[in-house]
């Protein structure tokens, strides 16, 4: 069963980084694209960053150059690096695949970034 818990989130001033993760189980990790995406209060989930099975990387435009995302297939585990947060990055944080099975998603991870 595809299971997706994230974690990693917490209150940050602006500026500051955090370092989100995603303990992926019961597919196989390696062979899937990967994407966070977030949603903020009263607006719709978006896509942050979406990372292929080869590694190839994508991002809205309004984390580019902040956010990193990657993955350790060995691990099966996902992260999402962001650095220089803003209070507009303020959202709830989730990991996301779309398996031959179905769409999956994670609990999710609060960030909130405010002095």
């Known amino acids: 069963q595809v299971q997706l818990v994230e974690s990693g989130g917490g209150l940050v001033q602006p500026g500051g980084s955090l370092r989100l993760s995603c303990a992926a189980s019961?597919?196989?990790?390696?062979?899937?694209?990967m994407k966070w995406y977030r949603q903020a209060p009263g607006k719709e989930r978006e896509v942050v960053a979406s990372?292929?099975?080869?590694?190839?990387?994508a991002y809205a435009d309004s984390v580019k150059g902040r956010f990193t995302i990657s993955r350790d297939n060995t691990m099966s585990t996902l992260y999402l690096q962001m650095n220089s947060l803003k209070p507009e990055d303020t959202a709830v944080y989730y990991c996301?695949?779309?398996?031959?099975?179905?769409?999956?998603w994670g609990q999710g991870t609060q960030v909130t970034v405010s002095s």
């Open positions: 996301n695949v779309v398996h031959y099975t179905g769409l999956y």
């Open positions: 019961g597919f196989t990790f390696s062979s899937y694209t």
């Open positions: 990372i292929s099975s080869g590694t190839r990387t």
